[in-house]
Nanobody, 123 residues
Framework: QIHLVESGGGLVQAGGSLRLSCVAS????????MGWFRQAPGKERECVAA????????YYADSVKGRFTISRDNAKNTVTLQMNSLKAEDTAVYYC????????????????WGQGTQVTVSS
Protein backbone atom coordinates (compact mmCIF):
# COMPACT_ATOMS: atom_id res chain seq x y z
CA GLN A 1 0.00 0.00 0.00
CA ILE A 2 1.31 3.40 -1.02
CA HIS A 3 1.87 5.97 1.71
CA LEU A 4 2.98 9.56 1.32
CA VAL A 5 3.45 11.51 4.53
CA GLU A 6 4.11 15.24 4.40
CA SER A 7 5.59 17.35 7.16
CA GLY A 8 7.00 20.82 7.65
CA GLY A 9 4.01 23.06 7.12
CA GLY A 10 3.08 25.84 9.48
CA LEU A 11 2.65 29.55 9.97
CA VAL A 12 5.36 31.91 8.79
CA GLN A 13 5.66 35.61 8.14
CA ALA A 14 6.00 36.93 4.62
CA GLY A 15 9.61 36.73 3.51
CA GLY A 16 10.27 33.69 5.64
CA SER A 17 11.09 30.11 4.72
CA LEU A 18 9.66 26.65 5.21
CA ARG A 19 10.90 23.23 4.23
CA LEU A 20 8.35 20.57 3.34
CA SER A 21 9.30 16.91 3.38
CA CYS A 22 7.47 13.87 2.09
CA VAL A 23 8.42 10.33 3.05
CA ALA A 24 7.19 7.67 0.65
CA SER A 25 6.62 3.95 1.03
CA UNK A 26 4.86 1.10 -0.70
CA UNK A 27 6.25 1.61 -4.20
CA UNK A 28 9.52 1.92 -6.08
CA UNK A 29 10.39 5.51 -5.30
CA UNK A 30 13.40 5.73 -7.59
CA UNK A 31 11.29 5.06 -10.68
CA UNK A 32 8.43 7.40 -9.84
CA UNK A 33 8.03 11.06 -10.71
CA MET A 34 7.24 13.14 -7.65
CA GLY A 35 5.46 16.42 -7.34
CA TRP A 36 4.32 19.06 -4.91
CA PHE A 37 0.89 20.53 -5.47
CA ARG A 38 -1.10 23.12 -3.60
CA GLN A 39 -4.72 24.09 -3.28
CA ALA A 40 -6.00 27.31 -1.81
CA PRO A 41 -9.66 27.79 -0.81
CA GLY A 42 -11.83 28.24 -3.86
CA LYS A 43 -9.01 27.48 -6.28
CA GLU A 44 -8.02 24.47 -8.32
CA ARG A 45 -5.15 22.27 -7.31
CA GLU A 46 -1.97 23.34 -9.10
CA CYS A 47 1.44 21.83 -9.57
CA VAL A 48 4.01 23.89 -7.71
CA ALA A 49 7.04 21.75 -8.53
CA ALA A 50 7.81 18.35 -10.00
CA UNK A 51 10.88 16.20 -10.38
CA UNK A 52 11.74 13.27 -12.63
CA UNK A 53 13.14 9.92 -11.63
CA UNK A 54 16.79 10.85 -11.48
CA UNK A 55 16.17 14.53 -10.83
CA UNK A 56 17.34 15.39 -14.34
CA UNK A 57 14.13 17.29 -15.05
CA UNK A 58 12.45 19.72 -12.68
CA TYR A 59 9.41 21.91 -13.15
CA TYR A 60 8.34 25.02 -11.27
CA ALA A 61 5.20 27.05 -11.58
CA ASP A 62 5.97 30.58 -12.74
CA SER A 63 4.70 31.94 -9.46
CA VAL A 64 7.40 30.12 -7.45
CA LYS A 65 10.39 30.14 -9.79
CA GLY A 66 13.49 31.39 -8.05
CA ARG A 67 11.93 30.94 -4.62
CA PHE A 68 11.14 27.22 -4.33
CA THR A 69 13.44 24.26 -4.87
CA ILE A 70 12.38 20.64 -5.21
CA SER A 71 14.80 17.81 -4.52
CA ARG A 72 14.70 14.08 -3.94
CA ASP A 73 16.77 11.51 -2.08
CA ASN A 74 16.14 8.10 -3.60
CA ALA A 75 18.10 6.40 -0.85
CA LYS A 76 15.72 7.80 1.77
CA ASN A 77 12.52 7.74 -0.32
CA THR A 78 12.10 11.42 0.39
CA VAL A 79 11.13 14.44 -1.69
CA THR A 80 11.61 17.93 -0.31
CA LEU A 81 10.32 21.37 -1.19
CA GLN A 82 12.41 24.26 0.09
CA MET A 83 10.31 27.42 0.08
CA ASN A 84 12.00 30.79 0.48
CA SER A 85 10.77 34.37 0.28
CA LEU A 86 7.27 33.21 1.04
CA LYS A 87 4.34 35.43 0.11
CA ALA A 88 0.79 35.61 1.40
CA GLU A 89 -0.39 34.12 -1.90
CA ASP A 90 1.58 30.96 -1.15
CA THR A 91 -0.94 30.15 1.57
CA ALA A 92 -2.53 26.80 0.75
CA VAL A 93 -2.62 23.14 1.60
CA TYR A 94 0.42 21.50 0.06
CA TYR A 95 0.30 17.91 -1.16
CA CYS A 96 3.00 15.47 -2.10
CA UNK A 97 2.10 13.15 -4.96
CA UNK A 98 3.48 10.28 -6.99
CA UNK A 99 3.26 9.45 -10.68
CA UNK A 100 4.32 6.24 -12.37
CA UNK A 101 5.56 8.32 -15.28
CA UNK A 102 9.17 9.38 -15.73
CA UNK A 103 8.11 13.00 -15.34
CA UNK A 104 4.86 14.94 -15.17
CA UNK A 105 3.46 18.23 -13.96
CA UNK A 106 -0.16 17.34 -14.65
CA UNK A 107 -2.30 16.51 -11.60
CA UNK A 108 -4.27 13.98 -13.66
CA UNK A 109 -1.13 11.89 -14.14
CA UNK A 110 -0.51 11.49 -10.41
CA UNK A 111 -2.14 8.47 -8.83
CA UNK A 112 -1.23 8.71 -5.16
CA TRP A 113 -1.48 11.67 -2.81
CA GLY A 114 -0.50 12.54 0.72
CA GLN A 115 -2.90 13.96 3.27
CA GLY A 116 -1.60 17.49 2.82
CA THR A 117 0.08 20.00 5.09
CA GLN A 118 -1.12 23.54 5.70
CA VAL A 119 1.16 26.44 4.86
CA THR A 120 0.00 29.85 6.05
CA VAL A 121 1.96 32.99 5.24
CA SER A 122 1.01 36.11 7.16
CA SER A 123 1.52 39.47 5.52
Amino acid sequence: QIHLVESGGGLVQAGGSLRLSCVASGFTFSTSAMGWFRQAPGKERECVAAISWGALITYYADSVKGRFTISRDNAKNTVTLQMNSLKAEDTAVYYCARSSRYYSNSPSEYDSWGQGTQVTVSS
